[in-house]
């Protein structure tokens, strides 16, 4: 059984260009949540999809934005790449509606820097 | 912005020694989960305890939580190399948002 898988691993961009970041949930899960880990610093919660919908979004700007398919795979769109953006991206799913699962499963991440 | 805070920032000790690490948080939470993490990869979730839990154990580790003090610890006993990782905690008010904090790297020596 697969767990959660990202794509890319590394990913490398410059100030003001767009990146789109790729997440498949672990086989049940339809619950994606996306976080953003600095360097030496916790993951940040950016948002959350549910039914194809955002359910729970976190302090980031409109510049990231995301989707969810029906397969229940998310994407993470950031657009006006900032310096700052450069963080390790990860993805999680859970198994169940929001409110009803606590366990999260992380993917292994992407590595995005912004030069 | 995180969560609370983690205690020590870094903690190196000898293989078999135990570990302990505390957690600080600022408001009223459903749960409190501590994740491992590897080398800046994906977490790898440990425990979890409840609101109304005072204390948890799963294997080597064993979790507290003192909601009146806002503050949880972890304590991993006879510690391996293999449990050189960073540590966080991260707290669940509704929901399934984790907040985190900033972590604890630990360090174990063989």
Redesign the interface.
């Known amino acids: 059984d697969a767990g959660?898988t990202q794509s890319p691993t590394h990913l490398i961009k410059t100030r003001g260009q767009q990146v789109t970041l790729r997440c498949s949930p672990k086989s049940g899960h339809d619950?994606v949540?996306w976080?953003q880990q600095a360097?030496?610093?916790?993951?940040?919660?950016i948002f959350?999809y549910y039914e194809e919908e955002e359910?729970?979004r976190?302090?980031f700007p409109d510049r990231f934005s995301g989707h969810q398919f029906p397969n229940y795979s998310s994407e993470l769109n950031v657009n006006a790449l900032l310096l700052g953006d450069s963080a390790?991206y990860?993805c999680?799913s859970?198994p169940i509606a929001?409110?009803g699962?606590?366990?999260?499963?992380?993917?292994?991440?992407t590595?995005l820097t912004v030069l | 912005?995180?969560q609370g805070e983690e205690d020590p920032q870094a903690l190196s000790i000898q293989e078999g020694e135990n570990a302990t690490m505390n957690c600080s948080y600022k408001t009223s939470i459903n749960?409190l989960?501590w994740?491992r993490q590897n080398s800046?990869?994906?977490?790898?979730?440990l425990i979890?305890i409840r609101s109304n839990e005072r204390e948890k154990h799963s294997g080597r580790l064993r979790v507290t939580l003192d909601t009146s003090k806002k503050s949880s610890s972890l304590l991993i006993t006879a510690s391996r190399a293999a449990d050189t990782a960073s540590y966080?905690c991260?707290t669940?008010l509704?929901?399934?948002?984790?907040?985190?904090?900033?972590?604890t790297i630990l360090r174990v020596k063989s």
Do not use: E, I, M, W
């Open positions: 959660v619950t949540s976080y360097l030496g610093q916790g993951p940040q919660f959350q359910r729970q976190g302090n390790l990860l999680a859970s929001p409110g699962a606590d366990t999260q499963y992380f993917g292994p991440g590595r | 912005s995180q749960n989960q994740y800046g990869r994906g977490l790898v979730h979890l966080f991260a669940v509704y929901g399934n948002k984790l907040v985190f904090g900033a972590g």
